[in-house]
C-alpha cells in the first residue's frame, strides 16, 4: 500500500510547497478573528484557510459553488490537489467513471453552518418554499465526499466516516483497509472542517479552548507546554491518495510513501475514558495494532506526529506513546505536534497531519512545534525528544501518526519512506 | 411599469447563467431553448431558477405553473402574465 498523491489547504497554506514551507519556517495559521470577538467567544482566535474565494474559483464552477459551504470547498480543493498530485487523468464529464477508485473523506461536525444560516431560521418563518434546491445536498453528512465524487467522476466506494477528531485518520486506515481486501485500486482517504462560529461556539462553551491568548494569535496554540490552556480550532482540508503498489507501478506514478499499518479502536468509557477523555489502555492498545499490523519493531519508528492538541491530555498521551512502544523516554522517536502551527482542526486534522507526516517522510524534515519552549514539567524527562526547531531529516525512514477524539476513539497510522 | 418581452427573456437568461453547464447553449438561446435539455440545467435547480425568477420580477409562481416550465419562452410567458 502506497501513497501517490497528498492534497492540503491549511490555515497555514494551501498546497504542498506553500505548507512546507510553513511547516519548515514555523509560520503559524492561527489569527485573530474579529466576529469571535464581537459574539464574546472566550477563544478569539482560530485558524481558517486563507485566499479560499481566489482559489475556489480554479477548481468549481458557480454552479457548484451555488450549492457548497466551506467544509464542501476545502474537501474538493484538497481532494482535487491529491487527484492532481498523484498523476490521473480527469474523468471527462461524458466518460465513465473510474469504477477503481473511491474516497472516504470524513468531517467532525459538517454542514452545521448552513443549517444554523439557513435551513432553521427558514424553517422556522415559515417559509420552507423559500430554501431551495440546495439544504440537503450540504447538511448531509457525506455532503464532502458526495461532491467530490462527481466533480472527479469515482465509481468505487464513496463516504463520509465521522469520528470527532479522530475522523481524518480514521478515514486513512478504512480506505487502507478496503485497498487491502481488493475491493478497490485506490481510495482518497482523509477529512474536511469548515470554520464557523457554530462549530467553534460549543468547545468555547465547554471551556476546552484557550481563551488566554487573543492578543498573541501566533501563540495561542501551545500543545506540550507548561502553560497550555486549551486547543485552537481550525478548519481545512487534508486528503491523500491510497493505492495498491501494483497499481502504482503498472501506471509509473510516483510514490510517496508506503502505507505499513493502522489501527482504529474505542476505549468505551471505561478505564479513566469518558466522551471527552481517553481510555490509556485503549490508546496503548490502538498504538500497538498499528505497530503490528506494520510489522516494524517500535525502535524503528523516527517520528512521532501527535494528536497533541494542547489540553491537560498531552503529557498522557506522551506516556501513552512511551508505555505502547516499550521504550524509555530518552529512546521514545521524536515527537511533534503540527496543530502547535494550525490549531486543531477537527474532522480535518487527521487528514492534513498525515500530509503533513507523508509530506516530512518524502521530503525529509522534521518540522518544529511552536510554543513548547516552556515544555510542560511532566514531559521534562522526554525533553530532548521534542522537537522544537525544524530539522533536515534525510534519514527519516518511519512516521507514526494518531489521532484521539470525543467518544473516547482512537487511530493510529504507520507511514514507510518507500524504497525498491 | 411593465417590462417588454426581450427584456424579461434577457433577465430569465441572466438568472439561468450560472446554472447552465452549456454556455455555448446559452449564447446562442433563443424563446424555444430547453432548459433542462439544451441549457443541461440540473433538474434540482429549477427550484432555486423560480425562486430567483420570483425574487427578480416580485411574482409569485404556484408549483403547478412552475412544473409546466420547459423552455426559456415558458418562463418569460409566465412573467409577463404574471405581471399582466
Redesign the interface.
Known sequence: MVVTGLGVLAPNGHGLDAFERALRAGESGIRFVPELAELKFGCQVGGIPQGVDQIQGRYL???EL?AMNPNMVYAAIAAIDAWTDSGLPRVAADAEPDWSTGAVLGTGIGGIDTIAEKLAPKTDAGKVA?L???MVEQIMSSGNSARVAGLLGLGNQVTTNSSACNTGTEAVVDAFLRIREGRAERMLAGGSEGHSKYIWAGFDAMKVLNRSKNDAPAEASRPMSASAAGFIPGSGAGVLMLESLDSARARGARIYAELLGGHVNCGGHRQGGSMTAPNPVSVQRCIRGAVAMAGIRPSEIDLINGHLTATFADPHEVENWRAALELTPETLPLIQSTKSLIGHALGAAGGIECVASVLQLGRGFAHGSLNCDDLHPELARFAARVVHQTRDLPELRVVAKASFGFGDVNGCVIFRKFSE | MSMSEQQVFEKVVSIIK????APEALAAASMETSILKDLKV?S?????VV?EIEDAFEIEVKDEDADKVKTIGDAVKLILAAQA
Do not use: C, M, Q, W
Not at chain 2, 18 to 21: D, H, N, R
Open positions: 464552477s458557480d454552479e451555488y423559500r431551495g434546491s440546495t | 450560472p446554472f447552465a453547464k440540473n434540482a435547480r429549477l427550484v432555486d425562486l
